[in-house]
């Protein structure tokens, strides 16, 4: 079936620094997209979403920017912490018919901040 | 806030027990989802459930089974433990809304089999 990737498996940045993480997708017919936070020992945490209707949306520190042309979807961190060092995963719906909210994960980035 | 617990955080079993995973969620969801986590593979769907006694096969259903038996209450039954079946395992749920797929996942079960 469709899979959800990433670019880049590892990255790091230093404290202060913007971090953009990197997921492709390959369902073109994906209609919802989501990034979760997995910090050590501890449950993936919601971060932000995004509808395939939209390009961009933003949070708290936090942009998601989806580019459906070349199924490209990324989360930009602004000023990035060291609490923000964790696993980060994209995640799409499993389009069409009943899904009953399955979703499809990538698997993951690991961010590390250098203080 | 939506809260969702797992019966235990670390467990070690045996090879060949039957092994039980409790997850309870508190928000009313509909749908429940069961999940195992290793290094390098991500997050692989075992079993979900989108409303009572009712259970569908996901990725990676051999091995396992499931019961829900009230709405609140999802469980993941290991009919026979083997060694190949040690990892984490997350147990998640969510509206059964298509405004919003997100799942609120439990911290997790590191499960181990000797």
């Known amino acids: 079936g469709e899979s959800v990737g990433l670019h880049l498996p590892t990255l790091s940045v230093q404290e202060g620094d913007n971090s953009i993480i990197n997921c492709a997708y390959s369902?073109?017919?994906?209609?919802?997209f989501i990034w979760y936070k997995q910090e050590s020992g501890k449950g993936p945490q919601f971060i932000i979403d995004i509808r395939s209707n939209m390009d961009k949306r933003q949070g708290q520190r936090v942009t998601v920017l989806l580019n459906k042309t070349v199924k490209h979807l990324s989360l930009q961190i602004a000023a990035t912490q060291p609490g923000d060092s964790a696993v980060y995963f994209c995640a799409e719906d499993e389009a069409g018919g009943t899904s009953y909210g399955k979703l499809t994960f990538g698997q993951g980035t690991i961010l590390t901040v250098h203080p | 806030d939506v809260k969702v617990t797992q019966s235990s955080r670390y467990l070690v079993k045996r090879t060949g027990e039957k092994v039980f995973l409790e997850c309870v969620q508190d928000?009313?969801?509909?749908?429940m989802f069961w999940y195992r986590q290793d290094p390098g593979l991500g997050l692989r769907l075992i079993y979900f459930s989108y409303d009572v006694k009712m259970k569908e096969k996901g990725d990676i259903p051999e091995g396992y089974s499931v019961s829900r038996e009230k709405k609140e209450r999802f469980s993941l039954i290991l009919e026979s433990a083997s060694t190949n079946q040690t990892s984490m395992y997350l147990c998640?749920?969510?509206?059964?809304?298509?405004?919003?797929?997100?799942?609120?996942f439990g911290p997790g079960t590191r499960l181990t089999v000797t």
């Open positions: 998640a749920s969510s509206r059964g809304s298509t405004s919003s797929y997100e799942q609120y």
């Open positions: 928000m009313d969801h509909e749908n």
């Open positions: 369902n073109s017919a994906s209609d919802y």
